[in-house]
């Protein structure tokens, strides 16, 4: 079975791009979360959607958005990038409101 | 303010042995608890999970305790093995989960053989 899967990898951007970080959750599992987290830190929540729809959100600034899409994939963006956002983003599919299951991540990096 | 804490960044333990990984958390409102294992340049792997109704969960080796009044749970390990060499992180869990998961710092385990 495949587990939740984020593309890409790694980045590199500049200060002040933009970037969109994406990511397929598990197959029947309707939620996806994004979490940022930096080095030395534990995850900090960023976005929940469930069926499309924003069902929380974190205390980030309005650079940060995502949408969830009808197959249940989701995309993060971010704005107007600082040297501040670099950090592993990662993105958590849930069947139920109990476990969530994480990907990989993405590893940002702002220069 | 965290409202959930892993006071010890790292801990080391002989291979054979328990190894504890303690938690504390601060919101009240929080009722479901998770466990989560980290290599480096992975995401968390899911470990073990207990919701507030109950006070002990045990999977193999793992086995969580929760003490509601302390606000305090703890991870056992037994017995630790060297793949369990990893960061261990805690996350809570308030309501519907709309609001995600609130992770502490992490701890490192560090199994010696």
């Known amino acids: 079975d495949a587990g939740v899967t984020q593309s890409p990898t790694h980045l590199i951007k500049t200060r002040g791009q933009h970037v969109t970080l994406r990511c397929s959750p598990i197959s029947g599992h309707k939620s996806v979360s994004w979490y940022q987290q930096v080095l030395g830190q534990g995850p900090q929540f960023i976005f929940q959607?469930?069926?499309?729809?924003?069902?929380g959100r974190g205390n980030f600034p309005d650079r940060f958005s995502a949408r969830q899409f009808p197959n249940y994939s989701s995309e993060l963006n971010v704005n107007a990038l600082l040297l501040g956002d670099s950090a592993l983003y990662l993105c958590?599919?849930?069947?139920?409101?109990?476990?969530?299951?994480f990907g990989q991540g993405t590893r940002l990096t702002v220069v | 303010d965290q409202q959930v804490k892993q006071n010890s960044p790292s801990l080391s333990v002989q291979e054979g042995r328990i190894s504890i990984l303690n938690c504390d958390y601060t919101n009240s409102m929080f009722d479901y608890f998770l466990w989560y294992k980290k290599y480096p340049a992975e995401g968390p792997t899911f470990l073990i999970s207990?919701?507030?109704?109950?006070d002990k969960n045990e999977d193999g080796r793992f086995t969580v305790f929760l003490n509601k009044s302390a606000k305090h749970l703890s991870l056992h390990i037994v017995p630790s093995q060297p793949g369990d060499s990893a960061v261990y992180f805690c996350?809570?869990?308030?309501?519907?989960?709309?609001?995600?998961?609130?992770f502490g710092k992490g701890t490192h385990l560090i199994i010696q053989p």
């Open positions: 959607y469930y069926e499309k729809e924003e069902r």
């Open positions: 996350a809570a869990r308030a309501g519907g989960g709309a609001d995600g998961l609130t």
């Open positions: 958590a599919s849930s069947f139920s409101t109990t476990e969530a299951f």
């Open positions: 207990i919701s507030s109704i109950k």
